[in-house]
């Protein structure tokens, strides 16, 4: 079972980036994939949620508005669409998946997580 995480890069203030979270070795259909991001020198911050089935979403305030998660079942892949970044949203961002929650959870109770992705952003 494998999460891999891709897509950040370098961006000036107010660009955009589209991260993605390709799941591969199981049927994802009973969880949620959570993305965090974690900042250097902080601890790792839950940013968003989807649920596989339903497509429910769940956002941390400081990113509603700017930030949208979404999935394509066919290809096995959650996004998460990143515009008007800052550069307070410069850090790693992992994706995760965990049964059935759009809640964040402690990070040790997360079944499976990608390898994270680099998201530098320039003012």
């Known amino acids: 079972v494998q999460l891999q995480a891709f897509g950040g890069g370098l961006v000036q203030a107010g660009g955009s980036l589209r991260l993605s979270c390709a799941a591969s070795?199981?049927?994802?259909?009973?969880?949620?994939i959570h993305w965090f991001r974690r900042a250097l020198g902080k601890e790792r911050e839950f940013v968003a949620a989807?649920?596989?089935?339903?497509?429910?979403?769940y956002y941390v305030d400081s990113v509603k508005g700017r930030f949208t998660i979404s999935k394509n079942n066919a290809e096995n892949t959650v996004y998460l669409q990143m515009n008007s970044l800052k550069p307070e949203d410069t850090a790693v961002y992992y994706c995760?998946?965990?049964?059935?929650?759009?809640?964040?959870?402690?990070?040790?109770?997360?079944?499976?997580w990608g390898q994270g992705t680099q998201v530098t952003v320039s003012s």
């Open positions: 070795g199981r049927t994802f259909s009973s969880y949620a």
């Open positions: 989807i649920l596989w089935s339903g497509g429910s979403k």
């Open positions: 995760a998946a965990k049964i059935g929650t759009l809640v964040p959870r402690p990070i040790h109770e997360y079944d499976y």
